[in-house]
Every structure is written in C-alpha cells, then in structure tokens.
C-alpha cells in the first residue's frame, strides 16, 4: 500500500485529503508539526507528498528543497494560488506537479496515481531493449544516467536530478544525437499532457540544461526551433560540440 504525505495546514482540508487518500486505497497521514515537516517526511517515509504552499513558520517551497534533499519521491503541490508563476516555482523548488484549489478531486487521484506509475510503477523501470553499461543506469557517450540514484555523472562530477529532471534526462539519452519532440518529452513527464501548461516542460528542461553545465557540458542539450530538444553526447576527451545545426539554439 503506498504511504501519502499530507502537508496541509487546514484541518478540514487535511481531513478531506486523507479521508479521499483512504477511500481510494492509501495509506494516508497528515503533518502535525510544522515546525518540523521534515523530520514527520523521514519518520513516515511516503512514496508520495502533498504540500500546501501557504504554510505556518515556512512555506511548501521551503519544505519542498527539504524534502528533495532526502529524497526523490514524488511531490504534488496543492494551493489556492493559479497564477503561472507559482506554478513554475513549484517546479523550480522541486515539485512534479501542481494542482490549485479547490482541489478537484478526480483529477487529483489522477495524477497521484500517474505520478506513483512513473515513480514505482510500470513507467519506472527501464526499458529492456535500451542499451545500458551497468544495471539501472545508462549512458549517452561520457554522460551516465543513474536510474536509481537519480544521478547525472560526467568524468568525475555528478549532480543530484529531481524526478522530472531524471525523467526528462532518460528520455534524451535514450534518443542522443536526435531530436526528442515537446510532446514526447510531456509524455514522459505525465500521462496527460493535456493538463499541463507548456512552460512548465521548459522550466524543467531550463534546469536539466543548468546541471549539465555544471558538470562541465555546457552546449550539449540544444533547443530546436520548433521540434523539440536534442542531446549531442558528450566525449570523455572532447571538448563541447559546436553547433552544427544553425536552425539549433543554445538559450
């Protein structure tokens, strides 16, 4: 049975939350130290979180890069708040996905359920048929994916990936050298796509791009006009690829 987090300050909310988690077949507890959202996160150990943004002594953004420093299982942000910027911080902190208030129900257990298949379900494991260099991980040239520690490694360095970015970085690798369309990558990211606003897609990529700069790969993930993103892999000896496309940016 997969555990549920509850991050909400309300308690009728709270409530509701839990009593919706439990009817559909979760395990479900809601914090009651906001002081130490934390510490309640590592005691329960929750394949997945709910997390208000609007919260006492600090907010869901704040507890978000807490929780991401431990681990990476999903985070859906709930809020009150619509606007696209708070939309786009959620991922930016480290959250999957977003849903505003009120909460409609049906499509929440629905990307709860979407975001449990990516995370744990028969969206999580690797292909079979995709070539890897050890089990659970895989690699585009000198660049190595790590599935299961949701790791990025160039040469010597590495760099933690949030969920969305290991999804959005597995994707690419599997396609290295070609080009990977919006739509597909929006796909990977959640079942439908349909209930996610373009910009979030870009934010997510905006950050893999950032970490592979600092791994020393700055250039290697280029944006086509129009088509989508492709990832030029990287040679352990080489230094970054030119641009042999000029219809290819590089933002």
């Given amino acids: 049975m997969y555990r549920i987090l509850i991050v909400e300050d309300d308690p009728k909310i709270a ?43 600090f907010d869901g953004y704040y507890w978000c890069r807490q929780i991401r420093l431990r681990s990476s299982a999903p985070i859906l942000f709930l809020s009150a708040r619509s606007g696209e910027m708070d939309q786009v911080m959620a991922i930016e902190n480290g959250g999957d996905d977003y849903v505003a208030k009120p909460i409609p129900v049906d499509l929440l257990m629905a990307k709860i359920r979407a975001a449990l298949r990516r995370a744990y379900g028969e969206y999580a494991a690797a292909s079979a048929e ?92 280029l944006t086509v006009r129009g088509q989508g993103y492709r990832l030029l892999p990287p040679e352990a000896d080489a230094p970054p690829h030119p641009n042999p496309n000029p219809k290819e940016d590089r933002p």
């Fill in 130 to 221: 995709q070539p890897s260099i050890a089990s659970g991980t895989m690699a585009a040239g000198s660049l190595v994916l790590d599935l299961g520690r949701s790791e990025l490694a160039y040469r010597a360095n590495r760099t933690m990936l949030t969920p969305n970015e290991r999804k959005l970085a597995d994707a690419l690798i599997r396609s290295a050298g070609r080009v990977v369309s919006r739509e597909r990558l929006l796909e990977s990211l959640w079942d439908d796509a349909e209930f996610v606003d373009d910009n979030t897609l870009t934010v997510n990529v905006t950050r893999l791009r950032k970490k592979l700069e600092d791994l020393g790969l700055p250039g290697v993930l």
């Fill in 15 to 57: 409530a509701i939350l839990k009593s919706n988690m439990e009817k559909y077949g979760f395990e479900a507890r809601a914090v009651t130290d906001f002081r130490n959202v934390a510490g309640e996160f590592e005691a329960y150990a929750p394949h997945l979180t709910l997390l208000d943004i609007h919260l006492p002594y």
